[in-house]
């Protein structure tokens, strides 16, 4: 036992017991840091259960700072890293293969693999996609837009883009700049144009006038329905 120059003492522990050395604050009466028989450290602990163990009851645990604008700070585990850049501020993960996030246990609510491909509920994402959605509900996917006039999801590509929405009447709505298709068996069976004729056909298509509906052979002109 020593003194520690009037801010408490540091102790030495030599009575036969699991020998450790710690900092004591004498006039807080609190352990500050102790270092245990296996190289454990705690700050604020007086029992460390890891390498470094920090806690405290207000207050940053911990800080870590890095004065030079670019650095990084990395944390390892294993072949993976978890770092803060330095000069975007972004969080970073450095794995070899995927990052996970769990949510209530281990298992993993979401990933994101090497190659950028994010999987919500699905562990394995469809590599040519860039977000897969899997859910054991009748909704897998639920937007809400409550408070908004119209509310609506794009789809966009390099030449054009579509929206899918709900109105604030409460009905829906699909949006495009040009034709409507629709698609079954990787057959085109239902195209709207812009002037609003709308067409149905088993195979190709024969142009019909404005306001008249076709399906194979029958023709009505008049309004739909």
């Not at 450790?20 to 604050?25: E, G, P, T, V």
């Not at 004065?67 to 000069?87: E, T, V």
């Not at 509920?121 to 937007?143: F, W």
């Not at 390099?158 to 709900?166: A, F, Q, R, S």
Request: charged share 15%; net charge positive; hydrophobic share 35%.
């Amino acid at each position: 036992r020593s003194p520690s120059r009037g801010l408490g003492d540091v102790y030495k522990r030599q009575d036969g017991g699991n020998p450790f050395f710690q900092i004591f604050d004498g006039v807080a009466g609190q352990v500050r840091m102790r270092i245990d028989s296996s190289g454990r450290v705690g700050i604020g602990v007086d029992s460390p259960g890891a390498r470094l163990a920090v806690e405290t009851d207000s207050g940053n645990a911990a800080r870590f700072n890095t004065p030079s604008y670019g650095n990084s700070q990395w944390f390892r585990g294993g072949a993976k890293f978890l770092g803060l850049s330095g000069s975007s501020g972004a969080a970073l993960f450095d794995s070899p293969s995927y990052l996970d996030f769990a949510a209530g246990g281990t298992t993993s609510s979401m990933r994101i693999t090497s190659s950028g491909a994010v999987g919500i509920g699905a562990t394995n994402p469809i590599a040519s996609s860039v977000l897969t959605v899997k859910g054991a509900t009748a909704n897998p996917i639920y937007i809400d837009g409550t408070g908004a006039a119209n509310v609506c999801t794009s789809l966009t590509n390099d030449n054009h883009t579509i929206n899918v929405g709900v109105q604030d009447t409460g009905g829906g709505y699909i949006f495009t700049p040009s034709m409507l298709q629709l698609y079954a068996g990787s057959v085109e069976r239902v195209r709207i144009d812009t002037s609003g004729n709308a067409k149905f056909s088993g195979g190709s298509f024969s142009p019909v006038g404005a306001g008249q509906w076709t399906k194979g052979a029958i023709t009505t002109s008049g309004s739909y329905g």
